[in-house]
């Protein structure tokens, strides 16, 4: 993609000095540690920045910079290396060159770990984040002041010419001229590239806008305001992962619903160590709960509701017991928490258009319509829209619906016979569970993948909600799934 200077524009509603510093500047580091083929940690931001005391930065200014400045026209040296007027917009310059010139531009194929300045140079490659940590470093070993630099973390929106938006996830740099202007240094103009598979064909852009969520330097991590529509956080936004329930979601949640000023930063350090993103495959987090045995009452499937409750309160009381010592029960009963909205009827009869879900009571799960599955309804089990496992129950639709009539439900997983998807293959539901005389019942639900809203899109064989109301459901719930969370654990915790 092409974009010509005219076009492209970076909003001066935007402070780009930084609105609101962040205190929590953490992000998984989406690789893992050296000697482990999967896992994680936790890295501060700020630390893919160097400082001017880096000394292989300082060698690749007198070595690599020195040669590409006095070769290239228009360079001086002499200028690069003073402190007198014009020679900071000249180092910009000659920096900005210098990495379009020789750091091939790489597609990182999707969010794929991070690489420090360090490696970057040495391997003379990356993509725009890459890119765009190297020029920002060299920045600031060259003197300039690391608050004339920053780096932003935002998204690149695009229109052609028939007003159709395009929208990617990006990262550049900021440089505050000896004028005192922000000029937008583009990580992305690279001579060479390598790896890059060809863009699907779309019409020429006709305009382009930089929309930074955060900004940050070596010293600093800041939120940026007057981002319209945009409910941004640091951790969820830039993990290296997609949102599913399979994982990122939970943790996303999990993030959302302890800000610091309701959880210790140690205590959701410790609970985010719980994800993991197994054999390197960045689009992909799983947590402990996901990771583990099946048993479906911890994620109220096959419509163990009420049982599902009872995991979480007992998790719940351990954790009060002694909260800083029992961390993974809690992580354990949040997990419970996000799956009771996202897997069960709750929602549906509870939710009231424009406005926030009311928080479950598990003492009382009356919804404010009745739970009717009948012929008619908006959720009708009676009629051949979902499926049933004939495998374990021998009855019809419409008896399936009147046993269920009034009560709240989710869908059936892991039942015998029933796979929809390889993932539910691995898995089975305990024989002390199919064994009791009731299960029969928990044949004829929906399957999981049927009703649940497990993430931003449905998942393929979704039947419950055409698209705009799906949307609206998974935001209801991902919303009362963070509010409840966050109660339970400040009703809770004690220093």
Known sequence: MCLSKPI????????????????EAIVPSSRPVVGRRSGGYDIDVREFLVSDRN??????????????VEGVEGGD?????SRG??????????????????VAYRSGGGRDPWQFPDETLAIRSGDCEDRALLMASLLLASGTSSFNVRVALGRLRTWDARGRRRENDHVWVMYKDEAGRWLLLEPTHATKV????????????VRAEYVPLYLFNDVHLWAVAG?????????????????????????SILNEALPASVCPPWVLAALNRHFTTPLGITSLTVDDVDAGAYDPRDHFDNAYVVQGWQRVKQRLTQFGGAPSLSLDSFFYAAHGIADFYAHTSYAHFAGQAGQPLPLADPANLTPVRPADYGPGGDFDLASNAFSINDAVFGGTHATSAAHWNGSIISGRYAQKSDSHGLLEKFFSVPSELTDAPSFKWRGGLPHHNEIAVDGPTAEKGHKLYAAPRYARQYAMRYDAAVRHIRQEFAARWTV
């Open 227 to 251: 981002v319209a529509d945009e409910k941004v956080n640091l951790a969820r936004d830039w993990s290296g992962v997609h949102p599913t329930f399979g994982g990122a979601v939970h943790k």
């Open 8 to 23: 492209v524009r970076w909003p001066r509603r935007f402070n780009w000095d930084g609105d609101r510093i962040v205190h």
């Open 194 to 205: 390598e790896g890059l598979r060809a863009a699907p064909k779309t019409e020429t852009p």
């Open 55 to 68: 000394a292989v930065m300082g060698r690749a200014l007198r070595v690599d910079l020195k040669t590409f």
């Open 77 to 81: 040296w002499e200028l690069f290396s």
């Open 85 to 102: 007027p014009g020679s900071f917009d000249h180092r910009a310059d000659m920096i900005a060159a210098f990495v379009g010139r020789e």
